[in-house]
């Protein structure tokens, strides 16, 4: 590579005002945004960008979901471009740095190599998934599981948010069903700055996380059936009690994801008895368990062994446990070539960093499953996210979108 090229830098405050100028669409008083998918606001953001792209040379493409794609050209077009961005819609109370870094530190990036008059070898491709967010659309992740074919994009024009628009409605009402059809966009890697939305980064007052895996999840429905019975009369040793049951089943689920810990969660997130009544002993319960584990074997022992303490503890206490499990999501391990490259350019940069696992879901969790992807990850306040107080540091941000820039650089190569 060349020297420009290898001593190459973003500018750091013209992304830094970039992230706070377009905070505008959809700011809230406390320092947020509110900028729903599809919604008013997200077109602002949409046209916003698109006319940024255009303006850095790019030509924007929009498929039928309303993903868009920015292409800047490359000296080898008989290749697909390396890809890099993420999302810009919003939680309702949401910050302004979910998504947004990752999506303005790729224009960046373009506008970057743009002023040094660089060209890649392969092109590049900025992209902007349509609702990542899944607050007024489910499910999350919407355009990307579209894109890798998850969900056919008939299914998903017709999802319906709480005031029954269709997909395929908010869409056309803001101009973004665009005419190019899903998954047409190839790419020949993928990457994709976000911020850690978690606390480990700020603890270790580490820069950048090299992102090597994601999270796989299991979701379990469970029911209790007991037995209904007078609070006063009936004898403790003669009771059938779902809620105690519950109870034992809530503390099993902690142990075990501890035991099976640090890389384990486990959570009884819902719990509902079927007749409440202060002087009844519970007879019903629905409940459910959401757990959690970047490791598949440690993904298979938490299944084994939350059954077998369910099924323990229901037979010492006369009571019917089932389990069903809703939905089993595999860990996502990362692309190692790109793992790496992500590592050597955070490491050339003299950038703090550590390996990470995501703990929350992104579009390129879905990528995975298609092509080579891997994540950047920068700190945030307090670990703080989905939240207006969303914060992160203008170094931290520069950082990331340096690590970023040098990946794709290496990616996609420097034309000679
Ligand atoms: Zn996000």
Not at 33 to 51: C, H, I, Q, S, Y
Not at 226 to 252: C, K, Y
């Amino acid at each position: 590579m060349s020297k420009l090229a290898s001593n190459l830098q973003i500018d750091s405050a013209r992304l830094w005002s970039t992230i706070h100028d377009t905070a505008k669409f959809g700011a809230t008083p406390k320092g947020g945004v509110r900028r729903l998918t599809l919604g008013p606001e997200d077109k602002l953001v949409r046209d916003w960008f698109r006319a940024a792209c255009e303006a850095a040379g790019c030509e924007v493409q929009i498929d039928a979901l309303g993903n868009m794609f920015a292409l800047r050209r490359g000296r080898d077009m008989s290749k697909p471009p390396v890809g890099l961005g993420s999302h810009l819609d919003t939680q309702p109370t949401g910050g302004k740095f979910d998504g947004v870094l990752g999506t303005l530190a790729a224009l960046e990036v373009l506008r970057t190599l743009n002023d040094a008059s660089i060209e890649t070898e392969l092109p590049l491709c900025v992209a902007n998934w349509t609702n990542e967010e899944g607050s007024r659309f489910a499910p999350a992740m919407m355009g990307s599981a579209a894109y890798v074919g998850d969900f056919t994009v008939e299914d998903i024009l017709s999802r319906k948010d709480a005031a029954g628009i269709s997909v395929a409605e908010a869409l056309d009402s803001i101009g973004y069903r665009g005419d190019s059809a899903v998954g047409t966009q190839k790419f020949t890697s993928f990457i994709e700055l976000h911020i850690e939305q978690g606390p480990i980064l700020e603890a270790e007052s580490k820069a950048i996380g090299v992102v090597d895996s994601g999270q796989g999840v299991l979701w379990y429905d469970g029911k209790i059936t007991g037995f209904e019975s007078h609070a006063g009369s009936t004898p403790m040793q003669l009771r059938r009690d779902a809620l105690a049951t519950l109870s034992e089943i809530v503390l099993a689920v902690e142990r075990i994801a501890i035991e099976l810990g640090p890389n384990a969660v486990g959570t009884v997130g819902e719990a509902v008895i079927a007749a409440p009544s202060r002087n009844v002993i519970p007879g019903e319960i629905a409940f459910t368990i959401d757990t959690r584990s970047a490791d598949a074997a440690i993904m298979d022992a938490l299944d084994q062994r939350i059954r077998a303490a369910a099924a323990e503890i229901a037979t010492r206490r006369k009571v019917e446990v089932a389990l069903d499990l809703l939905w089993r999501k595999p860990p996502t391990r990362f692309d190692p070539k790109l793992v790496d490259a992500v590592e050597i350019a955070a490491k050339e940069l003299g950038y703090s960093n550590r390996r990470i696992t995501s703990g929350a879901g992104h579009d390129a969790c879905n990528l995975n499953t298609k092509m080579p992807v891997a994540m950047i990850f920068v700190p945030c306040k307090d670990g703080v996210s989905h939240n207006e107080l969303e914060d992160a540091t203008q170094p931290d941000c520069s950082a990331g979108a340096n690590v970023l820039l040098h990946t794709v650089l290496a990616l996609a190569g420097v034309a000679k």
